[in-house]
C-alpha cells in the first residue's frame, strides 16, 4: 500500500472540484423570468355619430371604433439585456357587452410606423368626432396628421400585423380578462427601435375592418388595476459572467482531478 503524502495542491484540487462542478451547472440551469408592460396611453377612434361607452376601447373593425394602445418600455431592454423571448401576450379585460363570436374571427394587432409616434390619448373621447373620419388625426385638437395622411387606416400608417388571435368560438363575459399571443418579434423591435414602441399597436377584427361586431375593453384608466392592459414577456435571461466563470472553474479542476487519477493507475 502506497502511504505516500499527498500534495496539498493536489488535496485541495480533489477537495474542491466535485463540489464546483456540481455548483456551477446548477447555477446555469435555465430559468423564465417575466416582465409586465403596463399601458402608457390609449385611446379610442371613433367615427362620426360614434358612440363612446366610457372608459373603454370599443373594437369593432368597421372604421367607427378601434383603440390605440402604446405601453411603457422603460425597463424593457435593461431587463432583457439580450436573453432569449420565450413568449409574449397581451392581456385586455372584457367589459361590455357580453358577446359570442358566431363567424370566422381574429382580433388582430397593427404595430404603427415610427413617424405615427407620439400620438395623445386624452382621456377616451378619440380622435375625429362627429365632423372628421374616424382616426384622420394624431392628436386633439385635430392639427396633427398621420405619417400617411388620410387616417390611420390608410397604407403605410401600420407596419404590419403583431397578433392575429382567433376568436371565432370566444365567448367573451364581462369583467373577464383574456390572454392573446403576440408575436415575439414585437419586443425586440421595440427595444431596437425605441419609436415603434413610442408609436404603439391599433387593435381591429379579422383584420379588414369589415365587421361590426363591436366589443370593448377597459382601459389604463379602469378603477380596477387588474382590469387595465398589459402585455407580458416571458423570457430567460442570459448567465451572468460569475456563473460561467464558476463553471469554466469547476471544469478545470475536474479534469485536473481526472488526470492525476490516470496518471496513479498507470
Known amino acids: 500500500m502506497n ?39 390609449d385611446v379610442m377612434l371613433l367615427g362620426a355619430n360614434s358612440n363612446v361607452r366610457g372608459n373603454y376601447l370599443g373594437v369593432n373593425s368597421g372604421g367607427d371604433g378601434n383603440p390605440l394602445i402604446r405601453f411603457d418600455t422603460s425597463g424593457l431592454a435593461a431587463a432583457i439585456n439580450g436573453g432569449t423571448i420565450n413568449s409574449v401576450t397581451l392581456s385586455l379585460t372584457f367589459a361590455a357587452p357580453n ?7 381574429s382580433l388582430d394587432a397593427f404595430q404603427l410606423v415610427a413617424a405615427n409616434a407620439g400620438w ?8 375625429g368626432g362627429s365632423t372628421a373620419a374616424s382616426g384622420s388625426y394624431k392628436d386633439t385638437p385635430n392639427t396633427t396628421a398621420w405619417a400617411s395622411g388620410a387616417s390611420i387606416y390608410a397604407a403605410g400608417n401600420t407596419a404590419g400585423t403583431v397578433m392575429a388571435a382567433d376568436i371565432s368560438s370566444v365567448s367573451f363575459v364581462t369583467n ?84 492525476k487519477a490516470s496518471r496513479a493507475r498507470a
Not at 120 to 127: K, L, R, S, T, W
Open 120 to 127: 395623445n390619448g386624452v382621456g377616451n373621447v378619440g380622435f
Open 176 to 259: 373577464t380578462t383574456y390572454v392573446f399571443t403576440m408575436n415575439n418579434a414585437v419586443i425586440t423591435n421595440w427595444i431596437n427601435t425605441p419609436a415603434l414602441a413610442d408609436a404603439g399597436i391599433l387593435l381591429a377584427t379579422s383584420g379588414g375592418f369589415v365587421n361590426r361586431d363591436t366589443f370593448y375593453f377597459y382601459t389604463m384608466e379602469a378603477a380596477t388595476a387588474g382590469y387595465r392592459p398589459t402585455i407580458t414577456v416571458d423570457y430567460t435571461p442570459i448567465p451572468e459572467p460569475a456563473s460561467l466563470a464558476l463553471l469554466g472553474l469547476g471544469g478545470l479542476l475536474m479534469l485536473g482531478r481526472s488526470r
Open 99 to 105: 358577446l359570442t363570436m358566431a363567424s370566422p374571427r
Open 3 to 41: 502511504c505516500a503524502a499527498i500534495p496539498t495542491r493536489s488535496l485541495l484540487l480533489s477537495t474542491l472540484a466535485l463540489p464546483l462542478a456540481l455548483l456551477a451547472p446548477a447555477s446555469l440551469q435555465a430559468h423564465a423570468d417575466v416582465i409586465v408592460l403596463n399601458a402608457a396611453a
